[in-house]
Structures are given as C-alpha cells and as structure tokens.
C-alpha cells in the first residue's frame, strides 16, 4: 500500500494554472470588490488620522514635531491604501472582462494575464 505524499503549503508555492480547474469569474470580482473596499477604508482611516495628528501639533507645542512625524507617516499610510483600492478597483475590472469574454466564448487570452 502506498502512502500519498502531502505537500505542504508554503507561502511561495503555488499551484500550476492547470492544477487550479475553471476559474469562478463571480468570486474572483467578489473578492477583489471587498479588497478595493478595505482600501478604501484603509485610505479613510489613515487619513483621519493624519487630519488628527495635525490638530494635536498645534494643540501640544510641546511634542509637535513627534506630531507632526506621525501626521506625515499616517499621511504615506492614507496614499498607500489608495493605491492598493485603486490597484484592486483595477483587477475587479479585468475579472469582469475575463468573464465577458468567457461569456462570448472568446479563447484569447489577455496579455495581462500572461506576465
């Protein structure tokens, strides 16, 4: 009797596309959906922050400049989830093309999923 290998699951090793079956268009929008939503509020969140460390620089002289260090880094933070939102608004519409073409039954595959 052989016994079956378990492989592993690393964070660099990934299944081959063929191994992975048809892709679930509805799922693969859904999740980048929620993504560009956490983003978003990550964009919010962050930049209320910068918005509340720049109150607390002029309302505390006495530490404004660590005030004003953590307005600047709340601020790169805001800019970096907006990114990611945008980055993710951006895969939700090439998920929504794959799917039209699935839909049309074009075979072609974008050169954006090849690279």
Do not use: C, N, W
């Not at 109150?55 to 600047?72: G, L, N, S, W």
């Not at 907006?82 to 799917?99: L, N, S, V």
């Amino acid at each position: 009797m052989e016994e079956e290998k378990h492989h592993h699951h690393h964070l660099f090793h990934h299944k081959d596309k063929a191994e992975e079956g048809p892709v679930d268009y509805e799922k693969e929008i859904k999740h980048h959906k929620h993504l560009e939503q956490i983003g978003k509020l990550g964009t919010v969140a962050a930049g209320a922050y910068a918005l509340h460390e720049k109150h607390e620089a002029k309302k505390d002289p006495e530490h404004a400049h660590k005030h004003k260090i953590e307005e600047e880094i709340a601020a790169a933070a805001a800019v970096g989830a907006g990114g990611f939102a945008f980055h993710e608004h951006h895969e939700k519409k090439d998920a929504k093309k794959e799917e039209k073409k699935k839909l049309r039954g074009d075979t072609t595959i974008s050169s954006k999923l090849l690279f």
